[in-house]
């Protein structure tokens, strides 16, 4: 069982910066996949970022791919997302999501445990 709490969205000018966090309990943090999704209003959940357990490998959707940044602290069971250069069209609640060997990382579907999310808003 991994419980998910995502923290830092906040409402910010276009071209600011934000730092979303999760923090996970359970002590098998490490061997979780993890990602980031984001859902805009009227819109499908779509992926974000996300890194597996096994390798420092990092991946991205086109659209944030040199502006955002994922992360993860294995030892304080957290997962980040710092982003940059943020648009309007990033707007959105993020949820971060936890999963054992998802077929694919991009694919919501591959991830069992999901965060509450938290909203990011980026003004004009």
């Known amino acids: 069982q991994v419980q998910l709490v995502e923290s830092g969205g906040g409402l910010v000018q276009a071209g600011g910066s934000l730092r979303l966090s999760c923090a996970a309990s359970?002590?098998?943090?490490?061997?979780?996949?993890m990602g980031w999704f984001r859902q805009a209003p009227g819109k499908e959940r779509e992926f974000v970022a996300a890194?597996?357990?096994?390798?420092?490998?990092?991946y991205y959707a086109d659209s944030v791919k040199g502006r955002f940044t994922i992360s993860r602290d294995n030892a304080k069971n957290t997962l980040y997302l710092q982003m940059n250069s943020l648009k309007p069209e990033d707007t959105a609640v993020y949820y971060c999501?936890?999963?054992?060997?998802?077929?694919?990382?991009?694919?919501?579907?591959?991830?069992?445990?999901w965060g509450q999310g938290t909203q990011v808003t980026v003004s004009s």
């Open positions: 999501a936890a999963g054992r060997n998802p077929p694919s990382l991009q694919r919501k579907e591959g991830y069992f445990y």
């Open positions: 890194i597996p357990w096994s390798s420092g490998n990092t």
């Open positions: 359970g002590r098998t943090f490490s061997i979780y996949s």
